[in-house]
């Protein structure tokens, strides 16, 4: 979670929303990505889905066996769909989402009896942390 | 949507699954894509964030202003979260997708009171043409 909130320290460095994910498997980070929909010019390009395109790519496999994601912001529906297409093992996320969040807010989309692939949930792991980010960030807006 | 038909056959003839989308604004196709997650080893390679972030590209704006996305199958809850995030006016979709469909389906994502989005939802258009490219599909790999 170190690294992922590095990579969050990274997005909030390009004005992008302070958040970062790795995709880590046998203990190797293998996917990074930060959220940069704004540079980019790509709404789908949240720190999740830049992290599994990157793992992706180097297992060159569309399923990522055997890997976790390790994320600094609850995960919204577009990624948690990503999580689960992914055949991600073990999600462990910072800070809820009670506004933008699909997996303990709104959808609760592993909750979903449709839902194809459900990982392990680990939540508010250094969650403190991946606020006082998002906190620093929006108040540095105003 | 023959135009996302098209693309939906192009899927097929590189053996994806069949689903194909565009983007379109006023009245102009800006944005293309079909399935491809195998090909591309990449997990999101849906056809609706292809096209999404094909569009996103040619207007250089992570928000996608009076656009419209067409596309052959009901989309799953990682492209219905694009779709909201991309800020997509009107959502048309061909066949719905009970298994793995999140807008009639499942979470029903944009009757979600978090949503922070929610396109016009046209569903049910040339359904049976996609439909019959999906069946034929699974038929032949059987």
């Known amino acids: 979670m170190t690294a992922?909130?590095?990579?969050a320290r990274q997005a909030m460095d390009e004005n992008e929303v302070p958040v970062?994910?790795?995709?880590?498997?046998?203990?190797?980070?293998?996917?990074?990505?930060?959220?940069?929909?704004?540079?980019?010019?790509?709404?789908t390009a949240h720190a999740e889905i830049a992290a599994i395109r990157d793992a992706a790519q180097f297992l060159g496999n569309d399923r990522l066996q055997d890997c976790d994601i390790w994320v600094t912001l609850e995960p919204c529906a577009m990624c948690a769909g990503a999580i689960a297409h992914a055949r991600i093992k073990r999600l462990y996320f910072g800070a809820g989402d009670a506004k933008g969040g699909a997996v303990e807010h709104g959808p609760i989309l592993f909750g979903q009896s449709t839902v194809h692939h459900k990982p392990e949930i680990y939540g508010g792991i250094m969650a403190e942390e991946a606020t006082a980010l998002l906190k620093l960030f929006f108040q540095s807006r105003r």
Chains 1, 2 share one sequence.
């Open 20 to 43: 970062g994910a790795v995709v880590v498997k046998n203990q190797q980070i293998i996917g990074r990505g930060f959220n940069r929909p704004l540079a980019t010019h790509d709404p």
């Open 4 to 7: 992922a909130l590095a990579l």
